[in-house]
């Protein structure tokens, strides 16, 4: 009996923890598109400037990379590969991940598979919601990853930002912070049109890093339904050939 009480009482917890857990309940929609090269060429260049300096992609490599972005050797050595000196090695971090833990209070997780986890909107509205938070480690908190241990490292691209919140109280008489708004402090070496850009072509790399086949996908169903359509008009010429003498 107990037992199945304590079972009720944890049934009945953890909807309830994760709706209060659940940030601000914000979602802003990822504009990213993995058929668009240039971006996804940008978005390398900014996971490996801006993240791979903590966190890996254990199971990407630069030359795939490379090949699959249409990226020379020559460009991939000199823009791209900090953390590894032969091609076809991994997207690996620059910091120890002891190092890493011991700063952060816990290790950066590897991004390889991110966007297949969280989901690419989720990925946005993470880079989009960083603000100032004074009583955090790091002076920084998130709207998608409250209390995350993530420092924003985009700062300086986007300026400062601070959240508004509202109190609000529901039918139950219990009081929730709301967010508002952002309110811009300081501004960024970036306009808020370029820092989109830098995010949703960072975004759209993390997505191609999830699933890297599915660029050959989309480029084999443009060619399979190429196929098909000459096919059918073929088809088409041979009916009319056919039934021309039927009627
Ligand atoms: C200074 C080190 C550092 C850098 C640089 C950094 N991160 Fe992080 N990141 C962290 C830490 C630490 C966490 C763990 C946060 C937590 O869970 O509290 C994290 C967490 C994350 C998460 C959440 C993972 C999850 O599912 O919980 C994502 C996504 C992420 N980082 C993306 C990025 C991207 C994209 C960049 C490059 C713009 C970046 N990070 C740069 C340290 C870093």
């Known amino acids: 009996m107990n037992r199945f009480i304590g079972f009720l009482a944890l049934a009945l917890f953890i909807p309830a923890a994760f709706a209060a857990g659940g940030g601000s309940g914000i979602v802003m929609e990822s504009h990213n598109d993995v058929g668009n090269i240039a971006s996804l060429q940008r978005g390398a260049r900014n996971f490996v400037n801006y993240c791979l300096g903590c966190h890996s992609a254990k199971f990407v490599r630069y030359n795939r990379v490379a090949r699959d972005l249409g990226i020379s050797e020559e460009d991939l050595a000199k823009y791209l590969m900090w953390t590894a000196e032969k091609p076809h090695e991994t997207m690996d971090v620059a910091m120890p991940a002891d190092d890493a833990a011991r700063w952060f209070g816990r290790t950066p997780p590897d991004l390889s598979l991110i966007a297949r986890s969280r989901g690419v909107d989720w990925l946005y509205t993470y880079l989009m919601t960083f603000y100032v938070d004074e009583s955090a480690v790091f002076g920084a908190n998130n709207l998608m990853l409250p209390g995350a ?20 109280v529901d039918d139950e008489g219990n009081s929730h912070e709301e967010f508002v708004e952002f309110r811009q402090l300081t501004e960024g070496s970036l306009s808020p049109e370029e820092f989109d850009q830098f995010a ?16 050959k996908r989309q480029s084999l169903g443009i060619r399979v339904i190429a196929y098909l359509l000459v096919f059918f008009l073929l088809a088409l010429a041979l009916k009319k050939e056919f039934w021309k003498d039927v009627h």
């Open 149 to 168: 241990s993530m420092p924003n490292v985009l700062w300086e691209l986007e300026g400062r930002k601070e959240a508004v919140f509202e109190e609000t």
């Open 200 to 215: 949703t072509d960072l975004v759209n790399f993390l997505d191609y890093m999830g699933e890297p086949m599915q660029l």
